[in-house]
């Protein structure tokens, strides 16, 4: 067998299997967003873009990826590098802080609908307190701010353990030799952590940032849960259109602005920190 045909053959059954489950059906999402019954139209997406719900819609999933991925991230960086200094139980924190990733999104936005419902563990403890005369609902229209405080935290604790494993794993691919030669020239550990971890970090970055951010644009299952219709999201649009109304070329539609949102972010977050030619660890 012919050397250079080898790499081919080895990334040929990835290549057939992104071809089966990723473009033939983007292509037939594609083809009922831009098609009716009249043929090639951009009717979906008008029907979508005049929608009173999809401005309000767009800016819910904004701001919750605003709010929710910086405090991921400075928490991921904190967690990675406090596991990294370990020198016993390293193992047993890191099991413990990345237990919700084996919680479904639905299940973690029950778990903390137990604590904010009105007669949840949030309410029964101020209650106790004397902070409240008798148990409020805290998930309401009047409240909207809990509401999307309460959705902020279920993401933050279901979440932050994808970018924390990512992060070990790139802290780890440090040599230790940088940081011992820092400290013999009296670089502090603030210094250590911005000129050594961070710029040798950037490839790690990158990926649990892209990943990130394109799961917070595909969040769901945790806003219904929590805010169901009182705080609307494009992916539960989506979900609407295309079970509650069955309007698949709408729902097609925002499927592929929430596609084309995703790829704008990713291209931002790989141009800011991206890795020069020639650097390596």
Known sequence: ??????????????????????????????????????????????????????????????????????????????????????????????????????????????IWLAIFEQSGFLNSMMHSLGMIDRPTSLLSYKSMGMVFLAIALAEIWRATAIMLVILVAGIGLIPKEYYEAAEVFGASPWKRFTRITLPLLRPSLQTALVLRVILAFEIFAVVAALGGTLFPVLMGETYSYQFDLLDSGSAAAIALVILGISIAFTLVILRALRVPKGAQI
């Open 1 to 110: 067998m012919n050397s250079n045909r080898l790499p081919y053959l080895l990334i040929l059954p990835v290549t057939l299997f992104l071809c089966l489950f990723f473009l033939y059906p983007f292509f037939q999402v594609a083809g009922q967003a831009f098609t009716n019954d009249q043929g090639l139209t951009l009717a979906n997406f008008e029907r979508v873009f005049s929608d009173w719900k999809f401005p309000i819609s767009l800016k819910n999933t904004l701001l919750l990826a605003a709010a929710v991925v910086p405090v991921q991230l400075a928490l991921a960086l904190l967690m990675a590098t406090m596991v990294n200094r370990m020198k016993k139980g390293r193992d047993i924190v890191l099991y413990i802080w990345t237990i919700p990733l084996g919680i479904s999104d639905l299940a973690a936005g029950i």
